[in-house]
């Protein structure tokens, strides 16, 4: 079973790469919309600004949306979870994905900004994708924005940092962390070893 | 709420093959601990939030043996990698992060050359660049320098450059405040006075450094003992604590210090 990792030209992919490998799910980097088809399970990672990501992920977004609706488990990974929102402040004008209702906002400046570090989950909802997690379980995170779902039905996890911040969502075959379960340690691994599973049913 | 980190720092020499990871005392002896990605698994495994290496060697031919240290760790390791010594460039910078490292740590070139802070961040953005600050208490007092208190009296905090061999002049709470507006992310400030003395952390340092920036604040050091890291994350506002001997020579096990601290009340990754 093999995995695609979209790779559009932002930062590094080496990370999610080996992880994926170290669970033994055969990841493969893909550069080229048309390649996507055929693959079991689509990863999207993201760092840098959102309209960066959006800019080159837009060539992307037919293949993406039919692997959508043809039930491919996708997972976005931190700026792989904000463009599945319909817009950022970090990119005023840019259009995301628009997969979930609602856009990304700015952590607030009484915090420290980005949140850098591990943060303990609160679990809203129970999905497969968290088999395994538990309440308070740390994740590494770094981002300066956060996703504000407009239906809080697809909120899976959240964390604290002045003030809620969306962690997990999902919607559908659409799972994404804010957090990084590459740089995660064991309970990252577990989630994309969740992810592998799901692949693979 | 974001948990306290603790992180192993290795001292890599890189003139043998493979590289090797040492210690030195107050930036001088040198003491062999072992091979450095062996070490990193250990330490990953053990709970290590981040791990940190420095090339002490730091010359361009052995920027290779980094990079091949850092592929072999991040095969197998999966929380930040930090890599430092001997980084003066943007490309330089480049092949650390394509070997699999997260952030990179700058000390000398950037005191030589401050815009390298914005190349790089601006390329790998400012969680990627962490400004390395090796400080000394200077208790003569001079004009326009940041004065601290301190147990021994009031003093200032020297920058020091090419691993502690020289001096710049340069008063280290104002280049961590001016680093930070040209785009690092996090500071990892070393301690002089404390590194390899086993004596805690600089606690008027660290207080005074993560009070004037906006940015975590790892504190090295002097770390001989659970109770220096409980002792910095209870009067400083340091994000992480870093220690290399203390792992090394199997004196504590990162799991135990995390133990310790959480049972006192610390937030830490168990």
Same mark, same amino acid.
């Given at each position: 079973m093999t995995i695609a990792i +979209?790779?559009?030209?932002?930062?590094?992919l080496f990370s999610i790469y080996n992880a994926l490998d170290y669970v033994r799910a055969s990841p493969k980097m893909v550069?080229?919309?048309?390649?996507?088809?055929?693959?079991q399970g689509i990863v999207v990672p993201g760092v840098g600004a959102f309209g960066q990501c959006m800019a080159r992920l837009s060539l992307f977004q037919e293949a993406l949306s039919r692997a959508r609706q043809d039930g491919v488990p996708i997972f976005g990974i931190c700026v792989g979870l904000q +463009?599945?929102?319909?817009?950022s402040e970090e990119s005023p004008g840019a259009r995301g994905l628009?997969?979930?209702?609602g856009k990304v906002v700015k952590l607030p400046d009484?915090?420290?900004?980005?949140?850098?570090g591990w943060n303990g989950l609160s679990i809203k909802k129970h999905v497969e994708m968290l088999d395994g997690i538990e309440e308070g379980d740390m994740f590494y995170f770094v981002h300066s924005y956060y996703g504000q779902p407009a239906?809080?039905? +697809?909120?899976?996890a959240t964390v604290e940092h002045g003030v809620t911040v969306t962690a997990a969502v999902a919607s559908g075959n659409v799972f994404a962390t804010q957090f990084h379960p590459e740089k995660s340690g064991a309970r990252g691994l577990h989630i994309l070893e969740n992810f592998v599973r799901s692949v693979k049913c | 709420m974001l948990a306290r980190r603790v992180i192993p720092c290795l001292d890599c020499d890189?003139? +043998?093959?493979g590289g090797r990871v040492v210690k030195g005392i107050e930036f001088q002896q040198i003491r062999y601990a072992g091979v450095p990605w062996e070490l990193a698994g250990k330490y990953y495994q053990d709970g290590a939030d981040e791990i940190v290496f420095l090339d002490?060697?730091?010359?361009h031919e052995r920027r290779e043996t980094m990079t091949e240290v850092i592929k072999r760790t991040s095969r197998s390791v999966f929380v930040p990698l930090a890599v430092g010594g001997g980084i003066s460039s943007l490309e330089q910078a480049r092949e650390v992060f394509n070997a699999g490292a997260d952030k990179i740590t700058l000390n000398t070139s950037a005191l030589n050359r401050p815009e390298l802070i914005s190349e790089i961040a601006s390329h790998?953005?400012?969680?990627?660049v962490v400004l390395a600050i090796d400080a000394k208490r200077r208790y003569a007092l001079e004009a326009g320098r940041e004065v601290v208190q301190t147990e021994s009296g009031p003093c200032w905090f020297e920058c020091s450059y090419y691993g502690g061999r020289?001096?710049?002049?340069?008063?280290a709470l104002a280049w961590a405040k001016k680093a930070v507006s040209l785009g690092a992310g996090e500071i990892l400030l070393t301690s002089m006075d404390r590194?390899?003395?086993?004596?805690?952390?600089d606690i008027p340092l660290t207080d005074a450094v993560s009070r004037s920036v906006k940015v975590p604040v790892i504190a090295s050091g002097g770390c001989a003992s659970p109770d220096h890291m409980l002792e910095v994350f209870q009067k400083t506002q340091a994000s992480a604590a870093l220690a290399a001997s203390i792992f090394h020579f199997g004196e504590w096990n990162v799991r135990d210090v995390k133990d310790y601290l959480k049972k006192r009340g610390v937030v830490v990754r168990i």
């Amino acid at each position: 079973m093999t995995i695609a990792i +979209v790779d559009y030209g932002m930062g590094n992919l080496f990370s999610i790469y080996n992880a994926l490998d170290y669970v033994r799910a055969s990841p493969k980097m893909v550069k080229e919309p048309a390649a996507l088809q055929g693959f079991q399970g689509i990863v999207v990672p993201g760092v840098g600004a959102f309209g960066q990501c959006m800019a080159r992920l837009s060539l992307f977004q037919e293949a993406l949306s039919r692997a959508r609706q043809d039930g491919v488990p996708i997972f976005g990974i931190c700026v792989g979870l904000q +463009v599945l929102f319909e817009e950022s402040e970090e990119s005023p004008g840019a259009r995301g994905l628009g997969w979930i209702k609602g856009k990304v906002v700015k952590l607030p400046d009484s915090v420290m900004i980005p949140q850098m570090g591990w943060n303990g989950l609160s679990i809203k909802k129970h999905v497969e994708m968290l088999d395994g997690i538990e309440e308070g379980d740390m994740f590494y995170f770094v981002h300066s924005y956060y996703g504000q779902p407009a239906d809080g039905s +697809v909120l899976v996890a959240t964390v604290e940092h002045g003030v809620t911040v969306t962690a997990a969502v999902a919607s559908g075959n659409v799972f994404a962390t804010q957090f990084h379960p590459e740089k995660s340690g064991a309970r990252g691994l577990h989630i994309l070893e969740n992810f592998v599973r799901s692949v693979k049913c | 709420m974001l948990a306290r980190r603790v992180i192993p720092c290795l001292d890599c020499d890189l003139q +043998v093959p493979g590289g090797r990871v040492v210690k030195g005392i107050e930036f001088q002896q040198i003491r062999y601990a072992g091979v450095p990605w062996e070490l990193a698994g250990k330490y990953y495994q053990d709970g290590a939030d981040e791990i940190v290496f420095l090339d002490i060697t730091a010359s361009h031919e052995r920027r290779e043996t980094m990079t091949e240290v850092i592929k072999r760790t991040s095969r197998s390791v999966f929380v930040p990698l930090a890599v430092g010594g001997g980084i003066s460039s943007l490309e330089q910078a480049r092949e650390v992060f394509n070997a699999g490292a997260d952030k990179i740590t700058l000390n000398t070139s950037a005191l030589n050359r401050p815009e390298l802070i914005s190349e790089i961040a601006s390329h790998y953005g400012n969680q990627a660049v962490v400004l390395a600050i090796d400080a000394k208490r200077r208790y003569a007092l001079e004009a326009g320098r940041e004065v601290v208190q301190t147990e021994s009296g009031p003093c200032w905090f020297e920058c020091s450059y090419y691993g502690g061999r020289r001096f710049t002049g340069v008063d280290a709470l104002a280049w961590a405040k001016k680093a930070v507006s040209l785009g690092a992310g996090e500071i990892l400030l070393t301690s002089m006075d404390r590194d390899g003395t086993y004596d805690g952390f600089d606690i008027p340092l660290t207080d005074a450094v993560s009070r004037s920036v906006k940015v975590p604040v790892i504190a090295s050091g002097g770390c001989a003992s659970p109770d220096h890291m409980l002792e910095v994350f209870q009067k400083t506002q340091a994000s992480a604590a870093l220690a290399a001997s203390i792992f090394h020579f199997g004196e504590w096990n990162v799991r135990d210090v995390k133990d310790y601290l959480k049972k006192r009340g610390v937030v830490v990754r168990i």
